[in-house]
């Protein structure tokens, strides 16, 4: 039976998650229905979804909090507080991609305790999520993530700036970062979404050990996952295809929005 209301979602960023996550709403989703966009370029936009303008209401980035019920952001981390604020002062359901960020402006959190928003993290890149929310139940002693990404997805990170690393005629594997989850969050803003949605998961983002390879060799961004607890000892790994638009994120980033949003009106959900 279709809802008689569906959730109304507004998309910060159509970048390539953005317009993958439109098309699909687009498409049809019963429950769901895109109803604006927060872009830089509306007739850019327009050619991917032509509705903008005729149903589709191209707003400010804070504008889309007053007429949706999910804000999906997909901005660049710097601009995530035009987003996350007025959609959680709001009590809207705030998707953020830019997960990374969370762990940077934590008063969000605390935030949406005082006025009713939800937070809702998609797995995105993340193979596992379930297991390390099932282990973080009981007593997880440890969590190791190893990043691989070609060295022009981890181009202009902050951390890479300030320490004057460069990945320039690379030839062989090469070591750029070993810390926690929380420090990579702010080294790698643009990099390490995976890793903060899997410290928040487990037992936190000073808990989380991270490492960041930049490897010539590779085409795909992979991700290992080892993790040590008191029900279980598992490990996980993914190789992830970057998007054309921008290399520093995974195609199946999209289809993981999709997936939280589709949980939300579906009458049957899989997962904890």
Not at 18 to 28: F, P
Not at 78 to 89: L, Q, S, Y
Request: with cysteine; hydrophobic share 45%; charged share 25%.
């Amino acid at each position: 039976m279709s809802r008689a209301k569906p959730l109304l979602v507004g998309l910060a960023g159509m970048g390539g998650v953005g317009i993958g996550v439109a098309k699909r709403l687009e498409a049809g989703i019963d429950g769901l229905r895109l109803r604006a966009v927060s872009v830089r370029d509306v007739e850019k936009a327009k050619r991917t979804v032509p509705r903008i303008g005729n149903g589709v209401d191209a707003v400010t980035p804070a504008e889309l909090a007053e007429t949706c019920d999910i804000v999906l952001e997909g901005l660049p981390p710097k601009m995530f507080r035009e987003v996350a604020v007025p959609a959680i002062e709001a009590g809207r359901i705030f998707m953020p991609l830019s997960v990374g960020q969370l762990l940077v402006h934590w008063d969000l959190v605390d935030r949406a305790r005082e006025t009713g928003a939800r937070i809702l993290v998609p797995t995105g890149a993340l193979i596992g999520l379930d297991a390390v929310r099932a282990a973080a139940e009981g007593e997880i002693q440890s969590v190791t993530m190893i990043t691989r990404k070609p060295p022009g997805g981890l181009e202009g990170a902050p951390y890479l700036v300030e320490n004057g690393i460069s990945l320039v005629g690379l030839n062989a594997p090469k070591k750029v970062f070993d810390g926690t989850a929380r420090e990579g969050a702010r080294g790698f803003p643009a990099n390490v979404n995976v890793a903060a949605a899997l410290s928040l998961a487990g037992i936190g983002p000073d808990r989380t050990r991270l490492e960041i390879w930049a490897d010539p060799a590779l085409d795909r961004n992979t991700h290992r996952i080892e993790v040590e607890a008191d029900v279980a000892r598992f490990s996980m790994a993914i190789q992830g295809v970057p998007t054309e638009e921008n290399p520093r994120t995974g195609k199946i980033t999209a289809l993981s929005a999709i997936a939280a949003l589709r949980g939300l009106v579906s009458t049957l959900t899989v997962g904890t």
